[in-house]
């Protein structure tokens, strides 16, 4: 049974591989978006319940994406392995399998907030494509021979490779003038820049790698030529600017730290970068925002929307459309050409990468992307700390020991972080100086360790007087909460 099904199952899966190919060299050439494989992740993103992207999130980290793209390829594959054998007895077995696997690629690829008519097309064309290859070698693989076999699988193959391959060109090649085209901005010298990092602060204090975490599975690529940012609803007048408009106006550069929601107590989702980007505040007083307008949409190019509270926007905080990161133009991956940042509101609810347009609106009115699946609609950061030395289960030496981490509270400032160790009572570690309230603190606490196991736990105090909550609660709706706590060995 097997020798009998085994070859007519590996024709099916390299037919449907040469029908992804050709999709994919398709939508790369013409529209990205389109992408079969992309546009069914994407829509299984959308509609994967919160606790499983969160399960996600927390344990599979930048992996997240390659292992659902892997995921959708051993669907696939067991899928037309099936249908690869039913082809060799029914006929239409073939025309109803390609049917199935085009018409997912062409809803997925609709259903996409961004989404044109067009971007069914590459489905649909990868799916006929798919399907005449299987009827093709329908009389070639009910019994065939080792060389037959062999040469139809040759020939079919070899043209998903090269499909493939072209598609991977395309990309390559879109890719690089990107690239390029970044490389060759010249950002202009802030008009307000930031101030010089206080002295005395310890190793780590700004990233050099801020964390990631977003649903596309693949990166926009933006050409700054064509970009613009439209910006309208309810305003007196519409805007709409190109990357040398933005660059035209005079930017500000400050140090903040940005976390992500979806942080766990302890967790890597934070970091602290120098911004550059032209102040929102001023922009939308130039527009004249109705006062009734209490949420602002940001949009991106694939479609994501994030919501933000007017009133953070025109309180005095450094909420930016930001242009560049730690001196340079932004990375790909953190929104470039422009990204969005609200300081002292989790990156869900302020800081939209890739940004098109931005439309003033109410809450009343509109939910944004992670409001309709159950997150709380303003998301502003908690106070929260860290400690970041000792690690977990680390084992340290007898004597004198430094407990080291971050705490933050953006807008408000830290005011005291205090540790404690075992059952003992709390005591105040030593602040490091900050630029600002906007960032993070580093802390430090010289511990007399003594010989055992040892539990350590940090809490922090805002600049509002508000002691950290020890209540443990996840990061859904709005953030988690409680007091990082480790356990650490001393020799």
Not at 116 to 125: E, H
Request: net charge positive; charged share 20%.
């Amino acid at each position: 049974m097997i020798r009998r099904t085994g070859k007519p199952a590996l024709i099916g899966v390299f037919c449907a591989a040469l029908g992804v190919a050709a999709a994919e060299l398709l939508a790369a050439a013409t529209r990205p978006a389109a992408s079969p494989l992309v546009a069914v992740g994407g829509a299984i993103i959308d509609a994967t319940p919160t606790p499983v992207k969160e399960f996600a999130v927390r344990n599979l980290g930048t992996y997240d994406k390659p292992v659902l793209l892997g995921s959708i390829g051993l669907v696939l594959i067991i899928f037309t392995a099936v249908v690869g054998i039913l082809t060799i007895r029914r006929r239409w077995a073939a025309i109803a399998g390609a049917a199935v696997f085009g018409l997912a690629g062409a809803t997925a690829a609709l259903s996409r907030p961004a989404a044109i008519t067009y971007d069914a097309v590459p489905s649909l064309l990868g799916a006929a494509i798919a399907a005449g290859a299987l009827l093709w070698t329908r009389t070639r693989t009910a019994n065939p021979d080792r060389r037959t076999f062999l040469r139809t699988a040759l020939l079919i193959t070899g043209g998903a490779v090269l499909f493939g391959g072209a598609a991977e060109t395309v990309k390559r090649v879109r890719g690089g003038a990107i690239a390029r085209s970044r490389e060759a901005i010249k950002l202009p010298v802030p008009a307000d820049p930031a101030k010089p990092l206080p002295s005395g602060l310890a190793p780590g204090f700004s990233s050099e790698k801020l964390y990631r975490v977003d649903t596309a599975l693949t990166l926009p690529k933006i050409d700054v030529g064509t970009w613009s940012l439209r910006i309208h609803g309810m305003v007196d007048k519409e805007l709409e600017l190109s990357f040398a408009d933005l660059l035209d106006r005079p930017l500000r550069e400050r140090d903040i730290t940005l976390n992500c929601v979806s942080n766990e107590v302890g967790g890597p989702y934070i970091g602290t970068v120098r911004w550059l980007g032209v102040p929102l505040a001023p922009l939308l007083a130039e527009l004249g925002v109705d006062p009734k307008a209490d949420q602002l949409v940001a949009r991106s190019v694939e479609g994501m929307t994030i919501g933000t509270p007017v009133a953070t926007l025109l309180d005095g905080r450094d909420a930016m459309l930001c242009v560049g990161m730690n001196g340079e133009p932004l990375p790909v991956e953190h929104g470039f050409p422009v990204r969005m940042l609200t300081p002292g509101l989790y990156g869900y609810a302020g800081s939209c990468k890739w940004v098109t347009e931005l439309e003033l609106t109410t809450f009343a009115d509109f939910d944004a992307y992670w409001v309709r699946r159950g997150w709380a609609a303003q998301g502003p950061v908690k106070t929260a700390s860290r400690i970041d030395k000792p690690q977990p289960f680390a084992t340290v030496q007898a004597g004198n020991a430094t407990v080291a981490g971050v705490a933050w509270a953006q807008g408000r400032g830290i005011r005291t972080v205090e540790v404690r160790v075992d059952d003992r009572g709390w005591e105040k570690a030593e602040l490091l100086p900050v630029p600002s309230s906007d960032t993070w603190v580093q802390w430090r606490y010289e511990w007399k360790a003594t010989p055992g196991p040892h539990t350590l736990a940090v809490r922090a105090t805002d600049g509002t007087g508000a002691v950290q909550t020890e209540q443990r609660a996840t990061p859904f709706p709005d953030g988690a909460t409680g007091w990082h706590t480790i356990t650490t060995t001393v020799d």
